[in-house]
């Protein structure tokens, strides 16, 4: 059974930075590209991010330049570290394994709340 477990969020002020893990079990890590998604209130789910298993990264518009996506095979682990936060980055953000240019292979974690104040 695959397990997507999302910590890290927090609230934080505009400006600020925040580190978001995503550790996967009961799958093959390394073989799959990674994502980061993030849902807003009254918004559909958007991947923000995305990591090749070869580690080649795409970034949405909206936050290229600001985020970075890693990962760490050894510890089927992948990271987002988020600077220069903007209120409109509030979100529950969520990982999973990416199917396609935006689908997903695996069922939703409990993600992890950021919350970003003006």
């Known amino acids: 059974q695959v397990q997507l477990v999302e910590s890290g969020g927090g609230l934080v002020q505009a400006g600020g930075s925040l580190r978001l893990s995503c550790a996967a079990s009961g799958m093959i890590f390394e073989i799959h590209a990674m994502g980061w998604y993030r849902q807003a209130p009254g918004k559909q789910r958007e991947l923000v991010a995305r990591i090749s298993r070869d580690g080649i990264t795409n970034y949405a518009e909206s936050v290229k330049g600001r985020f970075t996506i890693a990962r760490d095979n050894a510890k089927s682990t992948v990271y987002l570290q988020m600077n220069s936060l903007e209120p409109e980055d509030t979100a529950v953000y969520y990982c999973?394994?990416?199917?396609?240019?935006?689908?997903?292979?695996?069922?939703w974690g409990q993600g992890t709340q950021v919350t970003v104040s003006s």
């Open positions: 999973n394994a990416v199917r396609g240019s935006e689908s997903t292979y695996y069922g």
